[in-house]
């Protein structure tokens, strides 16, 4: 294959500068003026990135532009503690308020999300 050939096999997400709010990057570390996001999937603390459908990226965030403008809050989720503040969209983040406060504890959504895991994984989807 040729160098022009691989060239054109490159996949870019986003081309140009990009807005903020606009996810830049997927499965890299955040660079400076990005924030570290995930999707809306079920997960856990350890949960890997494309396990049951769950992926984190980044996201286009300059200094002085509010997350929130673009509907990202700060999650609570615990996932990968040692990454620190992350973000998700406002409606994952209320799901995840609201089974803390009804469950009492992280662990405790933890159990629930793993009950709801084994019983997708048992059900027979096909």
């Given at each position: 294959m040729t160098k022009s050939r691989k060239r054109k096999r490159v996949h870019?997400?986003?081309?140009?500068?990009?807005?903020?709010?606009?996810?830049v990057a997927h499965n890299r570390r955040r660079r400076k003026g990005e924030i570290l996001c995930h999707n809306h999937v079920l997960h856990t603390a350890a949960t890997a990135n494309g396990v049951h459908g769950?992926?984190?990226?980044?996201?286009?965030?300059p200094a002085g532009w509010d997350?929130?403008?673009e509907e990202w809050e700060?999650?609570?989720?615990g996932w990968r503690p040692e990454l620190?503040?992350?973000y998700a969209k406002a409606s994952h983040v209320?799901?995840?308020?609201?089974?803390?406060k009804e469950r009492g504890s992280l662990e405790a959504v933890y159990r629930e999300v793993?009950?709801?895991q084994r019983e997708y994984r048992d059900r027979d989807v096909g």
């Amino acid at each position: 294959m040729t160098k022009s050939r691989k060239r054109k096999r490159v996949h870019r997400v986003a081309r140009g500068k990009p807005k903020p709010g606009h996810i830049v990057a997927h499965n890299r570390r955040r660079r400076k003026g990005e924030i570290l996001c995930h999707n809306h999937v079920l997960h856990t603390a350890a949960t890997a990135n494309g396990v049951h459908g769950f992926r984190w990226f980044t996201v286009c965030a300059p200094a002085g532009w509010d997350p929130a403008s673009e509907e990202w809050e700060v999650c609570p989720c615990g996932w990968r503690p040692e990454l620190r503040k992350h973000y998700a969209k406002a409606s994952h983040v209320q799901w995840w308020r609201d089974q803390i406060k009804e469950r009492g504890s992280l662990e405790a959504v933890y159990r629930e999300v793993h009950r709801r895991q084994r019983e997708y994984r048992d059900r027979d989807v096909g």
